[in-house]
């Protein structure tokens, strides 16, 4: 079964600290996304790379950065973790090719900053 | 991308149809509609998509108007496991690389 893999489901981690989430995907997919999801503003994209070493600004990059060094990789990095980054984040690839079934999500990783 | 409005919320009877709208006025003729939900504390899982025609497989209808500027979601037997958030957006099938902003989503509460 095909899957988009999150390395932690619940992650606390502590002011200032370096925070990296980490993705993995099976797929062979081109793309792949960075969202975090809070209550009651939906689904936010924060970084997205269509490619090995490229990266795209979503609408909320300020405070993360991205790392892509293999196609079935992508790091979401918190360089020094603040309490208002405390959220749902999400991984997700696409293919280029074939958009066909759209996105395929990770299952979220519950960071907590205290 | 073309932006999509739905309710913000909805509640359905057990065992009826749950109709989801979506607005999309401004969807671009090569941009496909679809449709993902998103049970509590996991990631949106794809339900279906189209283009022009209307689509059913076998978790959901999806009808789309013939100006395309709206859609909707049709759970035809609605169960308690279908409590979800349910998001509607709109991006090309194919072709470069896809930026895609997922809004807030209609809340469907099925009630026993």
């Known amino acids: 079964d095909v899957k988009v893999t999150q390395s932690s489901r619940y992650l606390v981690k502590r002011t200032g600290e370096k925070v990296f989430l980490e993705c993995v995907q099976d797929?062979?997919?081109?793309?792949m996304f960075w969202y975090r999801q809070d209550p009651g503003l939906g689904l936010r994209l924060i970084y997205f790379?269509?490619?090995?070493?490229?990266?795209e600004k979503g609408d909320i990059p300020e405070g993360y950065s991205v790392s892509r060094e293999k196609k079935e990789r992508f790091s979401l990095i918190l360089e020094s973790a603040s309490t208002n980054q405390t959220s749902m984040y999400l991984c997700?690839?696409?293919?280029?090719?074939?958009?066909?079934?759209?996105?395929?999500f990770g299952s979220g990783t519950r960071l907590t900053v205290v | 991308d073309a932006k999509t409005t739905q309710p913000t919320s909805m509640d359905c009877a057990e065992g009826r149809a749950a109709n989801l709208p979506c607005n999309h006025s401004t969807i671009s003729g090569n941009e496909y509609v679809y449709w993902y939900r998103q049970i509590h504390s996991q990631g949106p899982q794809y339900i279906i998509h189209?283009?022009?025609n209307n689509e059913t497989n076998e978790m959901a209808s999806l009808i789309i108007t013939e100006d395309r500027k709206s859609s909707t979601l049709i759970l035809p037997h609605a169960t308690l496991r279908d409590t979800a958030v349910y998001y509607c957006i709109v991006r090309p099938n194919s072709g470069g690389y896809q930026k895609v902003t997922f809004g807030t989503g209609t809340k469907l509460q099925v009630i026993p």
């Open positions: 997700a690839s696409s293919s280029l090719l074939t958009g066909g079934y759209g996105y395929t």
């Open positions: 189209g283009l022009k």
């Open positions: 797929m062979d997919h081109e793309n």
């Open positions: 790379s269509y490619d090995v070493k490229m990266k």
